[in-house]
């Protein structure tokens, strides 16, 4: 079946260093995979995708994600934080069947970013 | 370009009244449509989408249902609101078919009394 994993409820990490929030996945087929950023009480926004191709995907705000098949991951990367990273992240693979077209998301990772 | 609406942006109801969200995107057609609700702030749990007018998937079963009657129109709606049932309620579309990405919209946050 079809899962997403955030293993981190929280990320903290001071402004200006790299930052790093993982994501592993389990499908069946070739994987689609995607990261949403969510700030307090508003929408999730899309930051990038990955469908096929370079491993390492780049986004909005200066994120990027690296897929990595033999270890099921895409890790969303940042190489310098900023204080207004700070909000909810989320990792979500595309499921698809003959009677069904959906995203699978994760739990969620909170990142907060310290001046 | 694309915008998707949600209304209202807050509502307060008490338990056993009626409910009715609605969805609607423009700029777009024939979208695949999406109801989420996100309790607590973390996990978003799928309740319902939609490829068509008239053709609505649910999930999980629940106090809630939905309706399609426009093709980007989307609506949520209960007859008898739970305290469960409080929540905050995003809406999404996208491209039907290909390898789009998801779009949502600003939510409705809703709580029940």
């Known amino acids: 079946a079809q899962s997403v994993a955030q293993p981190e409820d929280q990320v903290n990490v001071a402004e200006g260093n790299p930052l790093t929030v993982k994501c592993t996945y389990s499908?069946?087929?070739?994987?689609?995979l995607f990261w949403y950023v969510q700030y307090p009480n508003r929408g999730l926004q899309f930051l990038l995708k990955?469908?096929?191709?370079?491993?390492l995907v780049k986004g909005s705000y200066g994120f990027e994600a690296e897929f990595n098949k033999s270890q099921t991951s895409f890790h969303l990367k940042k190489p310098s934080a900023l204080v207004s990273d700070s909000a909810l992240y989320f990792c979500?693979?595309?499921?698809?069947?003959?009677?069904?077209?959906?995203?699978?998301f994760g739990t969620g990772t909170r990142l907060q970013v310290f001046p | 370009s694309q915008t998707i609406h949600q209304w209202p942006a807050t509502l307060v109801q008490p338990v056993g009244s009626p409910l009715s969200l609605e969805c609607t995107v423009e700029?777009?057609?024939?979208?695949?449509l999406y109801w989420y609700r996100q309790a607590a702030g973390r996990g978003l749990q799928l309740l319902f989408y939609?490829?068509?007018?008239?053709?609505i998937s649910s999930e999980v079963p629940q106090n809630l249902s939905a309706s399609r009657p426009q093709d980007r129109q989307f609506i949520l709606s209960s007859k008898k609101l739970l305290l469960s049932d409080s929540g905050f309620y995003l809406c999404?579309?996208?491209?039907?078919?290909?390898?789009?990405?998801?779009?949502f919209g600003p939510g409705t946050r809703l709580t029940v009394l």
């Open positions: 999404a579309w996208r491209v039907r078919g290909g390898l789009n990405e998801q779009f």
């Open positions: 499908v069946s087929g070739n994987p689609y």
């Open positions: 990955y469908i096929t191709g370079d491993n």
């Open positions: 979500a693979v595309r499921f698809r069947s003959y009677n069904t077209d959906k995203l699978i």
């Open positions: 700029g777009t057609s024939n979208p695949n």
């Open positions: 939609s490829v068509g007018i008239g053709q």
